[in-house]
């Protein structure tokens, strides 16, 4: 037996229950012709009129209290009342539905959110392309700037300068990398570069695309859980939901790439190819760092004895 799902007038989500539940709600009144409803196989919430049929609340209705339905029901032939269901009601829940953004939303499937491994490869690729770019732009602002530094003779003025040089870099850098991710975030992708990578995306929790300010203050925000001993970030991976602290503080998901469309049959538990790949990549570098700074302190060490 189809379970519903149905929205009260507060538009809140209610469900799953039974249609011999709903069928009761409407005889008492709690739900009518208006009231948004949804069950697995449809592609998107229905006003209650427009599955009067299938629910039998004619029959239920006229069996049990005698009410007169025939009005109603002559507005669902002519199409009346679900003209005026959709004019008078919006859902949050509808599926899919405009978000004003360009892009539908389609509630009430199931959501596969990101795991911390999936996450953590998107923020290695990000973090590659972020740092190749700002270290390009960091050092040809600072050969600029250096050179007209170089001029000015004074060793103190050199000094104040070359430290206005490191802050301006890093202003820079901080500015690059809000924007990346607020940018892209923001953007119809709904994903930075690494994340398109590994099949997610970043979106509100009712599904809908972030705002570009949005995104800005979860770039911050994910300072804040770096911060902290990075326990932020660590927190995507034991909280319900996969948030990190920035996800909370936000009001965001990291979701897979099928989540909230038309075919949430598509999304990926696994890890997938291209995560495993990059996370072997990255173990493969961090090897190599350790080797590299011991052979670093064995050499410093046998310098100095």
């Not at 975030?185 to 994903?191: L, M, V, Y």
Request: proline residues 2%; contains cysteine.
């Amino acid at each position: 037996m189809s379970q519903w799902y149905y929205a009260d007038a507060q538009r809140e989500r209610h469900g799953p229950v039974e249609a011999d539940i709903l069928r009761d709600k409407f005889r008492r009144n709690e739900l009518d012709l208006a009231t948004l409803v949804w069950r697995e196989g449809m592609s998107q919430w229905q006003p209650l009129s427009a599955m009067a049929e299938e629910l039998q609340l004619l029959v239920q209705a006229d069996a049990s209290t005698g009410i007169d339905l025939r009005a109603d029901y002559q507005a669902i032939e002519d199409g009346t009342a679900v003209a005026k269901a959709a004019a008078s009601a919006h859902s949050p829940y509808a599926a899919p539905a405009s978000t004003g953004r360009g892009e539908a939303v389609v509630n009430g499937g199931e959501i596969v959110y990101a795991g911390f491994w999936k996450r953590v490869a998107a923020y290695f690729i990000d973090s590659l392309i972020v740092g190749m770019v700002g270290g390009v732009i960091a050092m040809v602002i600072g050969m600029v700037l250096g050179i007209g530094m170089a001029g000015l003779g004074s060793g103190d003025t050199m000094g104040a300068g070359f430290i206005a040089i490191q802050l301006l870099t890093n202003l820079i850098s901080i500015g690059l990398s809000a924007a990346y991710y607020a940018g892209f975030h923001a953007s119809a992708g709904k994903a930075t570069l690494g994340k398109m990578a590994v099949g997610i995306k970043v979106v509100r929790s009712n599904g809908e695309r972030i705002t570009i300010a949005r995104g800005i203050g979860r770039y911050f925000a994910a300072m804040l859980s770096g911060l902290i001993l990075c326990i932020g970030y660590l927190m995507a991976a034991f909280t319900e939901r996969k948030q990190g602290l920035h996800d909370m503080i936000c009001d965001t998901l990291v979701v897979d790439r099928w989540a909230f469309t038309d075919h949430p049959e598509w999304q990926q538990r696994g890890l997938g190819t291209v995560t495993i790949v990059i996370l072997s990549l990255f173990g493969v570098l961090v090897v190599v760092g350790i080797v590299a700074l011991l052979a670093v302190i064995g050499i410093a060490a046998s310098n100095f004895s």
